[in-house]
């Protein structure tokens, strides 16, 4: 039987030595260790990042790319993580298949054609069949349907490893690309130089085309939240992070919960396999009394998230940096099935919508499955038409994805 002083004894030691420290490999640089010296402890995932270096002929891999690119996404692992974590969600992040010495596990492909050809405009048909060739040949390497490429910088009359650039560098569905140069290390994170500035441009691009990569449409924060927290990385984060507070939003990291990478160890979900809408009708926007927009309508229950974002036109990709994002939605306990969430002007009062009650306003509400699948539903007004009796709406559509 234990008694008090065993208790007590328990209680000291855990007091006196450290929390199970994260282990950082010994060849990380002594930048990356410092950088990386406050890891947590990340719940294991049943599947991983399928992460691919690509160069085409007559180009080499960047000088000591899977260290560089190993402490890389290592950093981003953590921010994913600790993010999650802030947001709810549990020290979870996306999967990395690691290998003995603390690298991660890079698959190194290399094309068949000159290593030009892959061009920023249209290399992407051309390296993924490739790659799509390799895993073909290594299903064992075959990690998950969400994949990572980095590709060498062009060295030509337009580019070099002072200014990059040339290869794919975007999100296409469940893959993105990412590029690397010589100075593509975090040793240089948060440096107020030249070569700070350029990491935080190249790998503030990597974070956020990777989490394209991982599921996530653009998103705004709140005021309140853009002024506590910084710039999302789904907004225009890519420009801040290392320099400046970057931060995920609590939509983000609700899409997150359910993208394939973050499933956690034993979760045997088929992702990304079903085919069954999430349902809406009776979309109604007012402006209530206290000054806030309230957005309710009814909902197949077909889903485990829901988020709303609230923008201006126009509402095409890559002109939706501005949407900002509210997880605040809420089943009325008295309708089942009839849901509403709560915009106080005053959250959403960058929007220009709002500033001048001119031009067209849209809210999307994204709902995220269990296995992974998105469904939208938009309904877009008039800032001007907005008032206590409801809104009238322009358009109002659904589809698949986000
Ligand atoms: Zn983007």
Known sequence: MKNNKTYMIAALAAMLLPAAAVEIPAHFSDAAKAKLADSIALEPTEHKLNVVYFVGQGYEPVADYERRISELLVYLQQFYGKEMQRNGQGARSFGLNMLPNGNVDIQLV??????????????????????????????????????????????????????????????????????????????????????????????????????????????????????????????????????KPTYLTKATCQILDRSETFAPAGDKTA????????????????????????????????????????????????????????????????????????????????LSGVKDSKGEGGIDLVFVQQDGTRYSHRVIFKWADISVKGTPFIEVKAFKGC
């Open 110 to 243: 290399r094309g068949k054609l000159p290593h030009t050809e892959y061009k920023y405009s249209g290399g992407h048909g051309k390296v993924r069949a490739e790659v799509d060739e390799y895993y073909k040949a290594h299903p064992e390497k075959n990690f998950s349907q969400h994949l990572f490429i980095l590709t060498p910088t062009f060295l030509d009359d337009e580019y070099s490893d002072a200014n990059p650039g040339g290869v794919p560098f975007y999100g296409v569905g469940k893959s993105c690309y990412a590029l690397d140069y010589a100075d593509f290390d975090l040793r240089y994170l948060g440096e107020d130089t030249p070569k700070g500035h350029l990491l935080t441009k190249w790998f503030g691009g990597f974070a956020h085309e990777l989490g394209h990569g991982l599921n996530l449409p653009h998103n705004n924060g709140t005021v309140e939240e853009t002024k506590a927290l910084g710039t999302p990385l789904m907004g225009a984060g890519n420009y801040t992070f290392g320099l």
């Open 271 to 350: 992702f990304y396999t079903t085919d069954d809408p999430v349902k809406v009708e009776e979309p109604k926007l007012v402006l209530g009394a206290d000054g806030a927009l309230v957005y309710s309508f009814r909902a197949t229950p077909n889903f485990k998230h829901v988020n709303a974002y609230i923008q201006d036109a126009p509402f095409a990709v890559n002109e939706d940096y501005d949407k900002v994002s509210f997880t605040n939605v809420e089943q009325d306990p008295a309708t089942p099935g009839v849901y509403s969430v709560r915009i106080p002007m005053a959250s959403i009062a960058n």
